[in-house]
Protein backbone atom coordinates (compact mmCIF):
# COMPACT_ATOMS: atom_id res chain seq x y z
CA UNK A 1 0.00 0.00 0.00
CA UNK A 2 0.95 3.55 -0.58
CA UNK A 3 0.03 5.81 2.09
CA UNK A 4 0.16 9.37 2.95
CA UNK A 5 2.93 11.28 4.39
CA UNK A 6 3.81 9.35 7.36
CA UNK A 7 4.66 6.01 8.25
CA UNK A 8 4.41 6.65 11.62
CA UNK A 9 0.68 7.29 11.09
CA UNK A 10 -0.02 3.87 9.16
CA UNK A 11 2.03 2.03 12.13
CA UNK A 12 -0.23 3.71 14.66
CA UNK A 13 -3.37 2.85 12.52
CA UNK A 14 -2.20 -0.55 12.06
CA UNK A 15 -1.81 -1.04 15.78
CA UNK A 16 -4.93 0.35 16.57
CA UNK A 17 -6.49 -2.02 13.49
CA UNK A 18 -5.30 -5.14 15.24
CA UNK A 19 -6.08 -3.78 18.76
CA UNK A 20 -9.63 -5.37 18.04
CA UNK A 21 -8.15 -8.51 17.28
CA UNK A 22 -5.85 -8.49 20.51
CA UNK A 23 -8.52 -7.32 22.63
CA UNK A 24 -9.65 -8.18 26.12
CA UNK A 25 -5.87 -9.64 26.84
CA UNK A 26 -3.25 -6.98 27.83
CA UNK A 27 -1.05 -6.91 24.96
CA UNK A 28 2.77 -6.68 25.35
CA UNK A 29 5.07 -5.71 22.78
CA UNK A 30 9.02 -6.52 22.48
CA UNK A 31 11.33 -3.04 21.72
CA UNK A 32 14.99 -3.89 21.00
CA UNK A 33 16.99 -0.96 22.49
CA UNK A 34 17.92 1.51 22.19
CA UNK A 35 15.23 2.40 19.78
CA UNK A 36 12.72 4.91 18.24
CA UNK A 37 10.82 6.76 20.63
CA UNK A 38 7.95 6.83 18.61
CA UNK A 39 7.35 3.72 18.29
CA UNK A 40 7.50 3.30 22.20
CA UNK A 41 4.84 6.28 22.17
CA UNK A 42 2.55 3.85 20.03
CA UNK A 43 2.78 1.56 22.74
CA UNK A 44 2.15 3.84 25.82
CA UNK A 45 -0.98 5.19 24.15
CA UNK A 46 -2.64 1.96 23.53
CA UNK A 47 -1.50 0.91 27.12
CA UNK A 48 0.85 -1.72 25.49
CA UNK A 49 3.62 -3.20 28.30
CA UNK A 50 6.90 -2.70 26.49
CA UNK A 51 9.47 -5.39 27.00
CA UNK A 52 13.53 -4.63 26.11
CA UNK A 53 15.44 -6.61 24.39
CA UNK A 54 19.09 -5.89 23.93
CA UNK A 55 20.09 -4.85 20.00
CA UNK A 56 23.36 -6.10 18.79
CA UNK A 57 25.69 -5.34 16.16
CA UNK A 58 23.77 -8.01 14.06
CA UNK A 59 20.42 -7.22 15.39
CA UNK A 60 17.87 -7.72 18.27
CA UNK A 61 18.87 -10.85 20.80
CA UNK A 62 16.96 -13.38 19.04
CA UNK A 63 17.62 -16.29 21.50
CA UNK A 64 15.75 -13.98 23.97
CA UNK A 65 13.42 -12.83 21.69
CA UNK A 66 12.54 -16.46 20.99
CA UNK A 67 12.77 -17.35 24.58
CA UNK A 68 9.98 -14.66 25.79
CA UNK A 69 7.53 -14.77 22.83
CA UNK A 70 7.33 -18.87 23.11
CA UNK A 71 6.69 -18.42 27.12
CA UNK A 72 3.95 -15.46 27.05
CA UNK A 73 0.96 -15.40 24.63
CA UNK A 74 0.41 -11.77 25.56
CA UNK A 75 3.63 -10.46 23.24
CA UNK A 76 1.96 -9.56 20.13
CA UNK A 77 4.62 -7.38 18.64
CA UNK A 78 7.96 -6.52 17.98
CA UNK A 79 9.36 -2.89 16.60
CA UNK A 80 12.15 -3.46 14.41
CA UNK A 81 14.83 -0.51 12.46
CA UNK A 82 16.20 -3.60 10.57
CA UNK A 83 18.42 -1.28 8.36
CA UNK A 84 20.60 1.18 9.67
CA UNK A 85 18.59 1.20 12.89
CA UNK A 86 17.61 4.34 14.63
CA UNK A 87 19.91 5.24 16.85
CA UNK A 88 22.55 3.05 16.32
CA UNK A 89 22.58 2.74 12.71
CA UNK A 90 22.71 -1.13 12.96
CA UNK A 91 21.44 -3.78 9.88
CA UNK A 92 20.10 -6.93 10.69
CA UNK A 93 21.91 -10.04 9.42
CA UNK A 94 21.04 -12.22 7.38
CA UNK A 95 20.73 -15.12 10.10
CA UNK A 96 18.46 -12.52 12.34
CA UNK A 97 16.33 -11.68 9.05
CA UNK A 98 15.64 -15.57 8.74
CA UNK A 99 14.95 -15.97 12.34
CA UNK A 100 12.57 -13.45 12.01
CA UNK A 101 10.48 -15.47 9.78
CA UNK A 102 10.15 -18.42 12.01
CA UNK A 103 9.42 -16.01 15.23
CA UNK A 104 5.49 -16.55 14.78
CA UNK A 105 5.33 -19.85 14.85
CA UNK A 106 6.29 -19.94 18.21
CA UNK A 107 4.27 -16.80 19.18
CA UNK A 108 0.84 -16.39 20.24
CA UNK A 109 -2.15 -15.70 17.82
CA UNK A 110 -1.82 -12.42 15.54
CA UNK A 111 1.78 -12.36 16.20
CA UNK A 112 3.42 -9.07 14.00
CA UNK A 113 6.86 -8.31 13.12
CA UNK A 114 6.63 -4.03 12.69
CA UNK A 115 9.72 -4.32 10.33
CA UNK A 116 10.32 -0.19 10.46
CA UNK A 117 13.17 -0.23 7.12
CA UNK A 118 12.48 3.71 7.69
CA UNK A 119 16.56 4.17 6.29
CA UNK A 120 16.23 1.24 3.83
CA UNK A 121 17.92 4.08 0.72
CA UNK A 122 19.67 5.90 2.90
CA UNK A 123 23.57 4.85 2.50
CA UNK A 124 26.52 7.14 3.86
CA UNK A 125 28.85 5.03 1.91
CA UNK A 126 28.47 3.97 -1.69
CA UNK A 127 28.16 0.91 -1.09
CA UNK A 128 25.04 0.41 1.75
CA UNK A 129 24.97 -2.43 3.84
CA UNK A 130 22.71 -4.91 2.07
CA UNK A 131 19.58 -6.25 3.78
CA UNK A 132 18.06 -9.62 3.20
CA UNK A 133 14.06 -9.33 2.06
CA UNK A 134 12.16 -11.00 5.19
CA UNK A 135 9.25 -10.98 2.77
CA UNK A 136 10.62 -14.03 0.53
CA UNK A 137 12.09 -15.45 3.87
CA UNK A 138 8.52 -14.93 5.19
CA UNK A 139 7.10 -16.61 2.47
CA UNK A 140 9.35 -19.68 2.50
CA UNK A 141 8.03 -20.09 6.38
CA UNK A 142 4.89 -19.41 5.58
CA UNK A 143 4.46 -16.16 7.84
CA UNK A 144 3.57 -13.38 5.44
CA UNK A 145 0.81 -12.51 7.33
CA UNK A 146 2.71 -11.97 10.37
CA UNK A 147 5.23 -9.23 8.93
CA UNK A 148 4.12 -5.80 8.24
CA UNK A 149 6.54 -3.86 6.45
CA UNK A 150 6.82 0.22 6.61
CA UNK A 151 8.90 3.31 5.26
CA UNK A 152 8.38 6.50 3.88
CA UNK A 153 10.27 9.06 1.75
CA UNK A 154 10.02 11.55 4.50
CA UNK A 155 14.03 11.92 4.01
CA UNK A 156 14.30 11.12 0.97
CA UNK A 157 11.64 13.94 -0.51
CA UNK A 158 10.12 16.34 2.71
CA UNK A 159 9.54 15.53 5.90
CA UNK A 160 5.47 16.33 6.40
CA UNK A 161 5.02 15.95 2.43
CA UNK A 162 6.02 12.63 1.32
CA UNK A 163 4.41 9.39 0.81
CA UNK A 164 4.77 5.96 2.69
CA UNK A 165 4.40 2.67 2.26
CA UNK A 166 2.99 -0.52 4.06
CA UNK A 167 3.69 -4.36 3.26
CA UNK A 168 1.98 -7.53 4.29
CA UNK A 169 0.08 -10.27 3.22
CA UNK A 170 -3.13 -9.91 0.09
CA UNK A 171 -5.09 -11.14 3.20
CA UNK A 172 -3.86 -8.94 5.95
CA UNK A 173 -3.53 -5.60 3.53
CA UNK A 174 -7.21 -6.19 2.80
CA UNK A 175 -8.06 -6.74 6.30
CA UNK A 176 -6.56 -3.27 7.08
CA UNK A 177 -7.90 -1.39 3.94
CA UNK A 178 -11.31 -2.39 5.02
CA UNK A 179 -10.04 -0.66 8.31
CA UNK A 180 -8.95 2.01 6.58
CA UNK A 181 -11.81 2.43 4.63
CA UNK A 182 -14.05 3.31 7.21
CA UNK A 183 -12.02 6.23 7.97
CA UNK A 184 -10.97 8.10 5.15
CA UNK A 185 -11.64 7.81 1.20
CA UNK A 186 -8.07 7.72 0.29
CA UNK A 187 -4.52 8.91 0.30
CA UNK A 188 -2.86 12.19 -1.71
CA UNK A 189 -2.99 10.50 -4.97
CA UNK A 190 -1.29 13.71 -6.48
CA UNK A 191 1.68 13.78 -4.09
CA UNK A 192 2.18 9.99 -4.91
CA UNK A 193 2.27 11.21 -8.33
CA UNK A 194 4.57 13.62 -7.79
CA UNK A 195 6.68 11.01 -6.28
CA UNK A 196 6.52 9.03 -9.29
CA UNK A 197 7.26 11.56 -11.88
CA UNK A 198 10.55 12.75 -9.87
CA UNK A 199 11.73 9.86 -8.45
CA UNK A 200 10.94 7.90 -11.39
CA UNK A 201 12.05 4.07 -10.18
CA UNK A 202 15.10 2.53 -8.24
CA UNK A 203 17.59 4.37 -9.93
CA UNK A 204 16.09 7.56 -10.08
CA UNK A 205 15.77 7.32 -6.06
CA UNK A 206 19.43 6.26 -5.78
CA UNK A 207 20.49 9.21 -7.31
CA UNK A 208 18.88 11.61 -5.71
CA UNK A 209 19.75 9.40 -2.35
CA UNK A 210 23.86 9.91 -3.59
CA UNK A 211 23.03 14.17 -3.45
CA UNK A 212 21.67 13.76 0.12
CA UNK A 213 24.45 11.90 0.78
CA UNK A 214 26.97 14.78 -0.81
CA UNK A 215 25.33 16.92 1.68
CA UNK A 216 25.01 15.12 4.84
CA UNK A 217 27.97 13.23 4.83
CA UNK A 218 30.43 16.01 5.63
CA UNK A 219 28.33 16.35 8.79
CA UNK A 220 28.78 12.92 10.04
CA UNK A 221 32.33 12.93 9.28
CA UNK A 222 32.91 16.65 10.99
CA UNK A 223 30.69 14.63 14.33
CA UNK A 224 32.80 11.74 14.28
CA UNK A 225 36.12 13.96 13.87
CA UNK A 226 35.55 16.12 16.89
CA UNK A 227 34.83 12.99 19.12
CA UNK A 228 37.66 11.17 18.08
CA UNK A 229 39.78 14.30 18.66
CA UNK A 230 38.08 14.99 22.05
CA UNK A 231 36.64 11.95 23.62
CA UNK A 232 39.40 8.97 21.90
CA UNK A 233 41.15 7.12 24.46
CA UNK A 234 39.69 8.83 27.67
CA UNK A 235 37.52 6.18 28.62
CA UNK A 236 34.47 9.01 28.58
CA UNK A 237 32.31 7.66 25.78
CA UNK A 238 31.69 5.31 23.22
CA UNK A 239 30.12 5.68 20.00
CA UNK A 240 29.37 4.40 16.60
CA UNK A 241 30.30 5.27 13.00
CA UNK A 242 27.36 4.45 11.29
CA UNK A 243 27.08 3.47 7.29
CA UNK A 244 23.77 4.48 6.75
CA UNK A 245 21.40 6.55 8.28
CA UNK A 246 20.50 9.73 10.18
CA UNK A 247 22.23 9.42 13.59
CA UNK A 248 25.39 8.67 15.78
CA UNK A 249 24.41 6.86 19.45
CA UNK A 250 26.95 7.73 21.85
CA UNK A 251 26.99 6.14 25.63
CA UNK A 252 28.49 8.39 27.97
CA UNK A 253 29.64 6.84 31.41
CA UNK A 254 27.02 5.12 33.43
CA UNK A 255 24.59 7.98 35.03
CA UNK A 256 25.84 10.77 33.04
CA UNK A 257 23.49 11.52 29.97
CA UNK A 258 21.00 13.45 31.42
CA UNK A 259 23.46 15.90 33.52
CA UNK A 260 25.60 16.31 29.39
CA UNK A 261 22.28 16.70 27.91
CA UNK A 262 21.11 19.65 30.25
CA UNK A 263 24.52 21.15 29.93
CA UNK A 264 24.75 21.57 27.00
CA UNK A 265 21.26 22.61 26.65
CA UNK A 266 22.43 25.70 29.17
CA UNK A 267 24.84 26.67 26.55
CA UNK A 268 22.29 26.71 23.81
CA UNK A 269 22.84 23.12 21.98
CA UNK A 270 19.59 21.49 21.86
CA UNK A 271 19.91 17.59 22.05
CA UNK A 272 17.11 14.59 21.70
CA UNK A 273 16.20 14.19 25.58
CA UNK A 274 17.84 11.63 27.85
CA UNK A 275 15.73 8.46 27.95
CA UNK A 276 13.98 8.78 24.45
CA UNK A 277 15.62 5.96 23.00
CA UNK A 278 14.34 3.47 25.94
CA UNK A 279 10.47 2.60 26.72
CA UNK A 280 8.90 4.95 28.93
CA UNK A 281 11.86 7.50 28.44
CA UNK A 282 13.71 5.72 30.95
CA UNK A 283 17.07 4.52 29.99
CA UNK A 284 18.20 1.84 32.78
CA UNK A 285 21.92 3.16 32.82
CA UNK A 286 21.19 6.73 31.92
CA UNK A 287 23.94 6.49 29.51
CA UNK A 288 22.83 6.79 25.53
CA UNK A 289 22.40 10.29 23.53
CA UNK A 290 21.46 10.28 19.99
CA UNK A 291 23.21 12.61 18.04
CA UNK A 292 21.09 13.92 15.04
CA UNK A 293 23.39 15.76 12.59
CA UNK A 294 21.79 16.42 9.46
CA UNK A 295 19.65 19.86 10.22
CA UNK A 296 22.65 22.17 10.94
CA UNK A 297 24.91 24.05 8.54
CA UNK A 298 28.57 22.95 9.09
CA UNK A 299 29.53 25.85 10.91
CA UNK A 300 26.59 25.53 13.60
CA UNK A 301 27.46 22.07 13.87
CA UNK A 302 30.91 22.44 14.26
CA UNK A 303 30.09 24.89 17.65
CA UNK A 304 27.93 22.39 18.87
CA UNK A 305 30.02 19.79 18.90
CA UNK A 306 32.32 21.99 20.62
CA UNK A 307 29.82 22.47 23.31
CA UNK A 308 28.90 18.80 23.34
CA UNK A 309 32.31 17.56 23.88
CA UNK A 310 32.93 19.86 26.68
CA UNK A 311 30.11 18.73 28.47
CA UNK A 312 31.03 15.20 27.96
CA UNK A 313 34.09 16.20 29.32
CA UNK A 314 32.99 18.16 32.04
CA UNK A 315 30.46 16.05 33.43
CA UNK A 316 32.96 12.85 33.72
CA UNK A 317 35.67 14.79 35.21
CA UNK A 318 33.00 16.30 37.68
CA UNK A 319 31.48 12.53 38.53
CA UNK A 320 35.47 11.64 39.32
CA UNK A 321 35.82 14.33 41.57
CA UNK A 322 32.37 13.65 43.49
C1 LIG B 1 12.70 4.44 12.56
C2 LIG B 1 11.77 5.51 12.12
N1 LIG B 1 10.53 5.18 11.72
C3 LIG B 1 9.65 6.14 11.31
C4 LIG B 1 10.00 7.46 11.30
C5 LIG B 1 8.98 8.48 10.91
O1 LIG B 1 8.63 8.29 9.62
P1 LIG B 1 7.45 9.11 8.93
O2 LIG B 1 7.94 10.50 8.73
O3 LIG B 1 7.24 8.37 7.66
O4 LIG B 1 6.25 9.07 9.83
C6 LIG B 1 11.29 7.84 11.70
C7 LIG B 1 11.67 9.26 11.74
O5 LIG B 1 12.56 9.69 12.41
C8 LIG B 1 12.18 6.84 12.12
O6 LIG B 1 13.43 7.14 12.55
Known sequence: MVGGNSSLNLMYQYVEHMMAHWGGEPVKFLCPVPGYDRHFTICEHFDIEMITVPLNDDGPDMQQVKELVSKDAAIKGIWCVPKYSNPTGNT???EVVEQFAEIPKVAGDNFRVFWDNAYAVHDLVE???ELPSLMTAAEKAGTTDNIV?????SKVTFAGAGISFLATSTS???AFEKFLS???IGFDKVNQLRHVRFLKDIDGIKAH???HRDIIKPKFDLVLKKLEE???GKNMASWNSPRGGYFISLDTRPGLATTIISMAA???VKLTPAGATFPYGKDPENTNIRLAPTFPGLAELESAMDVFVTCVELASLNAELD
Open 230 to 232: HLA
Open 92 to 94: YSK
Open 209 to 211: MAK
Open 149 to 153: MLGST
Open 127 to 129: QGD
Open 182 to 184: DQM
Open 172 to 174: QLA
Open 266 to 268: DAG
